[in-house]
């Protein structure tokens, strides 16, 4: 394959940002956006989209660009944006479309394919074999001059080797086999301050949120959830200006406005701003929120404003699951919350649950029942039990996936016959209620999910042969891996994981201690409001 020329846009680099999953999917989510307004307003790039399907085709056909309709294979720099693992095998496949070698190592000349995104700095060794480059962490300040670098070595005509060799120890930039490791995670912005609020630079009636401004009002979770990879990976917690949220929402001049975020309930100016929202005549809508969070005067608000559905996360089916996790929720708060829920006409309140703990019990799923029990009788109570203002309760279940840069990195994770039977159980503790449904993920599909995260570089072979072979279940009857010595075993506290070729800042010793905790099923205390320098329990504050 030959060197491509430097391409003669006026002295611009011609960037593409890929984003697999298709252009509905692709608009509903805020990361790449950032990116793409980032590097848009730089007068030396020229940045263009794709958004392949699962087949790595955009249209049916060969991966083109949205702006100008060129072919993938044209651009020097290929950016993917990855939201979740499964979307791994849309990048050989997206590849080999367009005429590309899949593996790094058959790319002797350009293009460069770099991958940001969560997985970038969660756990990148599976897809590493067809990376050239992963962006670790967050777009900061050395983000932009990164792509001010890439173009002016690749108009001084340097090739692909050349290029990342210059590269591979500038902050936040992960080169595998060539970078210094572990690379140190990149942090927008100093600590307690979001700077830099995601939002929707693509407003449109084709995506998932129709005509909706999504807008990030906080980053990271200062609650410490041991199975929540982002409490971890997105420290320390930051929450957005309002004035600033205010300037983009007057900028953007949009329909709606939908709230973005792992804690909106913590943020103090929530209701002003959900007020000031109204006075311009916008409508909007808020991802979960946590049940101590929901005050009798925000509900009534949020009713007045129309909201009719309301998420809240329970996530453990007993108390004792809940402490394992040091989920530091009050069961008498999240009845409050209920009730509420069904006093002030709310029509169809969303619970969250996750199944598949190491060590769960049949007794922890019979204290789910009375629980759920409790729950229906407070609906009773209120007015959303009558007919007329009924309100509908949806319970959905996921499988615990246990996440790398968490403390159940050291976890198994649950057999699918295991998790099956759970999901059986669910349905029918879940049957007598009237007005109750429940919804689970496949087993299956998370198991999957738990090998794509937690795997190493072996991964790729298995992830190239389901993109040529016709899929995951294809995949794993040809594959010659061991998926149990992935999943099923608890790993030794000195074990070396694959993902720790980077740096997220949170002390591994930290961690540790929090998975033998979890064991005892004892809390740990979030966040500190005073900032890292106040709490020093996990390590970034000497990090930051």
């Known amino acids: 394959m030959s060197e491509p020329e430097a391409p003669a846009l006026g002295g611009r680099l011609p960037v593409a940002i890929v984003v697999p999953g298709g252009e509905k999917a692709a ?37 083109r660009t949205r702006e100008s309709d060129s072919p993938l294979s044209s651009f020097p720099v290929l950016a993917w944006s990855m939201t979740f693992e499964e979307d ?16 790094a190592a058959e790319r002797p000349c350009l293009p460069l394919v770099m991958v940001g995104g969560p997985p970038a700095f969660l756990n990148p060794a599976p897809i590493a074999p067809f990376v050239d480059l992963f962006w670790v962490g967050e777009a900061d300040d050395h983000f932009v001059p990164f792509f001010e670098k890439i173009r002016e070595l690749v ?12 590269i591979k120890d500038l902050p936040g930039v992960y080169v595998p086999g060539k970078s210094k490791t572990p690379v140190k995670r990149t942090i927008s912005g100093p600590p307690g301050t979001l700077c830099d609020p995601a939002f929707s630079c693509f407003i449109s ?19 410490a959830c041991r199975f929540c990879a982002a409490g971890y990976i997105y420290r320390p917690p930051r929450h ?4 600033e949220l205010k300037r983009i929402v007057e900028l953007a001049d949009p329909p709606k406005v939908g709230l973005v975020g792992t804690a909106l309930t913590d943020w103090p100016d929530l209701l002003p701003f959900l007020k000031w929202l109204h006075g311009k005549k916008k409508k909007f809508s808020l991802s979960s929120m ?32 809940r402490r394992m996790m040091s989920k530091k929720l009050d069961p008498k708060d999240f009845l409050n919350a209920v009730r509420l829920c069904a006093r002030y006409g709310v029509n169809h309140l969303k619970l969250y649950l996750i199944a598949g703990w190491p060590g769960e019990t049949d007794e922890d799923y019979a204290e789910l029942k009375e629980f759920l029990a409790e729950i229906i009788r407070i609906r009773s109570e209120e007015p959303g039990g009558r007919k007329k203002h009924f309100m509908r309760i949806t319970i959905g279940v996921s499988s615990l996936v246990p996440k790398p840069f968490t403390p159940f990195q050291w976890a198994p994770m649950a057999s699918e016959k295991e998790l099956d039977s759970r999901m059986a159980q669910l349905r029918k503790i879940v049957k007598p209620f009237k007005g109750v449904k429940l919804h689970h993920d496949t087993p299956f599909q998370a198991r999957l999910q738990g090998m794509l995260a937690r795997g190493g570089e072996e991964m790729a072979d298995f992830i190239q042969l389901a993109a040529e072979k016709g899929g995951w279940k294809k995949a794993l009857k040809l594959w010659d891996g061991d998926p149990s010595e992935i999943l099923d075993r608890e790993r030794g506290e000195d074990e070396v994981f694959p993902w720790e070729v ?18 005892e099923a004892k809390v740990t205390p979030g966040c500190s409001p005073k900032g890292c320098e106040s709490c020093r329990l996990c390590g970034m504050e000497s990090w930051l």
């Open 27 to 63: 608009i509903s989510t805020l990361g790449w956006q950032s990116v793409y307004r980032s590097l848009a307003e730089e007068p030396g790039l020229a940045v263009e989209r794709v958004f392949p399907d699962k087949l790595g085709l955009t249209d049916g056909d060969a991966p």
């Open 88 to 103: 791994f095998l849309i990048l050989p496949r997206t590849l080999q479309a367009a005429g590309v070698p899949p593996l």
């Open 155 to 166: 108009f001084d005509g340097a090739d692909k080797e050349t290029v990342l060799d210059a």
């Open 205 to 223: 009636g084709r995506a998932a949120f129709r005509d909706t401004l999504l807008l990030e009002v906080n980053r990271g979770c200062p609650y």
């Open 240 to 243: 957005a200006d309002m004035d």
């Open 290 to 321: 946590r049940a101590d969070g929901i005050t009798e005067e925000l509900l009534v608000y949020l009713r007045e404003r129309g909201i009719r559905t309301v998420t809240l996360a329970l996530e453990g089916a007993s108390e004792r699951l």
């Open 502 to 519: 980077i740096d997220i800042g949170v002390k591994r010793e930290y961690l540790y201690k929090e998975w033998l905790r979890s064991k």
